[in-house]
């Protein structure tokens, strides 16, 4: 039953997905091609129709990227509450799976499309970094190779970096991942405590955010004032400094680690309970 609840979830959210995706790689094509076209007839940069031509299809490119992003999480964090709150809710909660189970589903697959959708920003964003620098894919990959050799050596201690260009890659990988998970629980957990309220369930679920968010940031702030502050001053050097930084920043991640386990286990409870959930 769990396969195809996977199945279900996927076949409701891929349309979107798919659009937008598919959006961004036709902008992505027509903007190589324009490059291409420009550099083949020679029209110099300074040129007037050659920069407006340049300007649109850049906004239109960027656009395309912002589009992902934005209506891929508007979407998602929708569809969401109208399978889960809403009138059609309803009968989300009455299929023969646990309620909790849904809920993960619908956590799980969001944010694996997500992560989908980062692959194809980055994919397309490579592909036009090939073709305005005029270079192939293993000359534009060498070229950020060699700028984090020489930045490396400076930054490679901090905790957010690897000691080579591809540890450095792995942990961005991973820290966008978490961003990703821990966005689309915020918002989830947002929601589902709105539903406590019998009226104005929307307005509740916004006041529900700001409130994490205030308090997410006040824990945070506290982690900065006892790790940091105080400290930094009494250090002469700057493997001292770094060092320090460090352990605010791992604080920090586990700080922010636990708040997601407390607010999946909030979503779980409320859930579970059907609490005032139509």
Known sequence: MLGKLFVSEIKQTYKPMATVAAILVLSTI???LETSVMRWFNVASNNVVGIIINALMGLIFVGSVFAVVIVGFVFLIGGFYKSMYSERGYLTHTLPVSSNMTFSVKFIVATLWMVVAAVVIVVCCLFRGTIITGEGIGEFLSRIGEFFKMELPVI???????????????????MAFFGILSSFLFFFTAITLGQLSNEHKVGCAIGAGVGLYMIQQLLGFIVIIVFMVGQLSKVVDLPGEIEIINRA???GMILYLVFLVAEYAVDMYIVKRHLNLQ
């Open 30 to 32: 027509l903007a190589n």
């Open 249 to 251: 920043a791992v604080a």
């Open 156 to 174: 490679s201690d901090l905790v957010f970096f690897g000691k080579t260009a591809g540890g450095t890659v792995v942990k961005f990988a991973g």
